[in-house]
């Protein structure tokens, strides 16, 4: 980051970037795309397969690597019919929240009425390591 343009970029802490704002850092918001652009390969997210911990590490740092969003949205949507084919017709396929990173806006009675259950049940092998559930 600090190479393309935006010094007062931190170091990461616990191997995990840093959410900050343009303006903490002294730079346009521009000149922060551009460098998280450049940059976002690095990311330890980046082409690895997806689980919790890897939209984790994309929340916390504020971007998300696009084969990364890519992979959570078509597990979203195979997760979200397979809901729906089992009894919630109303199941919501996944978005993208301002930031382009996947959002999956779930909300569930607790405890659940039983066709959410049931549909659920028989979808969590689509939910990779209950990564689509975990952000919501």
Known sequence: MRSNGVPNFPDP???VPPKVTAQELGVSNSRLQVAQ???QHLLPATGGSLT???LQQCYL???CPQALVQQALG???EFAQCMRSHGVPDWPDPTLDTEGRP???INVPRPPPP???TAGDECTRLDPAGSLLAYG
Do not use: E, T, Y
Request: charged share 5%.
């Open 13 to 15: 802490a616990g191997g």
């Open 37 to 39: 652009g450049a940059c």
């Open 52 to 54: 919790a911990s890897s």
């Open 61 to 63: 740092a504020g971007v």
């Open 75 to 77: 597990a979203g949507r």
């Open 103 to 105: 959002l999956f806006n």
């Open 115 to 117: 066709q959410i259950s």
